[in-house]
């Protein structure tokens, strides 16, 4: 082909008709230009279909991180709930000290809200990173980048729980004389934690209840104890409040990813 334009142009040439001779050239030109982005064109489509697969995979990646997510949030707003619920049975006791204990439920509503939901989402590396510029979906890059800031929101509530469990409520169970009671109960029939990776795994041990005298109708007669029981149930509303707005962006964020994944 390339020959075959040469003996045109020397052909032009020798016969000096040089303005043909400019007229060729110049589609020449035409030519290799239209060449040229021809074959850009195809490079350009060759990539953007690289970059669809690359987009299909974090997305798919995504749904499952996204799914896992959902599953640890509902456990910790699950285990919040059981709290608020065995504060409100230990005030019924309280607001009622004449009414018969039930040692075994005062000691694991004692332990219920012992705990400390803490909510430790799958971390990726996709904000921040070139892969973000792969999703074309733009409320989901938007989404996607605040994910972190909101996560923080209700992880700066749990952090401050554990801070008042760890400095209030353990505190007050010691003086009680009431934490080997607590901890006698919740092991001696076997106890398997709401978050626990294992859920069939049951695990039993040996405490077995102290020997010094703990009068129940004292405990449930201190003043901090009371006080204790009332700022669990504030502390974990305000915290589920704002793990279910939480919760709703998981499920608007899976909500997006599913209709951009491709069957």
């Not at 032009?12 to 001779?21: E, G, P, R, V």
């Not at 999703?135 to 800031?149: A, M």
């Not at 962006?249 to 069957?263: S, Y």
Request: with cysteine; hydrophobic share 40%.
């Amino acid at each position: 082909m390339i020959k075959f334009f040469r003996k045109i142009r020397q052909k032009l040439l020798s016969k000096n008709k040089f303005s043909k001779y400019l007229i060729y050239a110049f589609g020449e030109i035409i030519l290799v230009v239209i060449g040229i982005l021809i074959a850009l064109s195809i490079n350009n489509w060759n990539e953007k279909q690289k970059d669809l697969v690359k987009e299909q995979l974090i997305l798919k990646q995504l749904f499952s991180e996204y799914q896992s997510n959902l599953k640890q949030l509902d456990e910790k707003i699950l285990m919040r709930n059981q709290a608020l619920e065995a504060c409100n049975n230990l005030l019924k006791q309280i607001d009622n000290p004449t009414s018969a204990i039930d040692e075994n439920a005062f000691y694991r509503s004692l332990w219920i809200i012992f705990r400390d939901p803490t909510f430790d989402p799958i971390k990726n590396d996709i904000v921040g990173s070139e892969n973000l510029r792969l999703i074309q979906n733009d409320s989901l890059v938007r989404f996607l980048s605040n994910w972190s800031s909101e996560v923080f929101q209700v992880q700066e509530m749990e952090l401050e729980y554990q801070k008042f469990r760890t400095e209030i409520v353990g505190p007050c169970y010691f003086r009680l004389g009431i934490a080997r009671n607590v901890n006698n109960n919740l092991w001696k029939d076997g106890y398997t934690p709401t978050e626990a990776l294992d859920k069939k795994s049951n695990r039993k041990f040996t405490i077995k209840p102290t020997k010094k005298s703990v009068d129940l109708t004292k405990v449930l007669a201190d003043v901090e104890f009371e006080g204790i029981v009332s700022q669990v149930i504030t502390t974990h509303q305000v915290t589920n409040i704002q793990s279910q707005t939480l919760r709703n962006r998981i499920l608007h964020i899976l909500d997006i990813i599913a209709q951009e994944i491709e069957e």
